[in-house]
């Protein structure tokens, strides 16, 4: 099958590693995947803040930019989400009847852990990655998506890695969007009690199906020099063992290796370290 990689912005501008992840993990598997290189924004920042009608170019241009591809597979429940419920609610609200039918048209749009275990058939992926994990459930991915425990089986199923419970997992991190600007004290305040669950769950990585989430996490456990990195899922799953080949080794998963305390092992340059800054935090995170 002939995929299209919905990279998403927040990804394409500052954490590229992922989608590079991404397009190492699907190619292990057999996948054909494309990169259309005319994608951009899939509207959801515009409709989430009410400005449907300004979301419209981008409907167009999405649609026209995987007209070709037999599926869409996106590192993000919360895009995903957005192209799956929202885009038929701007087409509709656009009076453009050939706008609902091409949305109506357009290739099914998978979050990635759906297409490896729903498209695909597998949970072991021939991932390697000894570390402690715990997994952060984020909202999109959890209650617009409904991935379920997809992302823990195929984690259970990477070799060397420990999953750790993390308390209070389904409670929002308090990101948002742009509720972290509006609503920055409230949106730390989440993103505090998130942070504390994670240190009490004893992981060295913390990971999840979107760096939106991650950004606002990892930077509060930045600012408590608190030890443990952030990661997004595709590349934990793309992380080879040494010698195994078949994809990046384990600490190659994306881009060069950075040294690391945790575990002896090296994580990957993409794990962005609780101990350092982090590349954009959110308003909210960085008052």
Known sequence: MSVGLLVTCMNDALYPDTGRAVVTL????GVDVAFPAAQTCCGQPMVNTGYLDEAVPLLRRHIEAFADCEAIVVPSGSCAGSVRHQHRLVAERSGDPGLVRAVEQAPPTYELTEYLVDVLGV?????????????????????????????????QAVR???????????????FGGTFAVKNAETSVAMGADKARHVRESGAEVLVAGDNSCLTH???????????????HLAEILAATEPGGGGGRAAGRA???VVGSAVGGAALPAGARAGAAPIAAPTTGVAR
């Open 254 to 256: 994306v881009g060069s």
């Open 26 to 29: 699907l190619r292990r598997l």
């Open 217 to 231: 996490i990892g930077g509060l456990l930045s600012r408590q020099r608190a030890g443990v990195r952030v990661l």
């Open 123 to 155: 949970t072991d992926v021939g991932a390697y990655f000894p570390h402690r994990v715990a997994y952060h459930p984020t909202c999109h991915s959890l209650r617009m998506v409904g991935v379920g425990d997809r992302p823990t089986r195929l984690l």
């Open 160 to 174: 060397g890695l420990t999953l750790c419970e993390l308390p209070s997992a389904t409670e929002c991190c308090g």
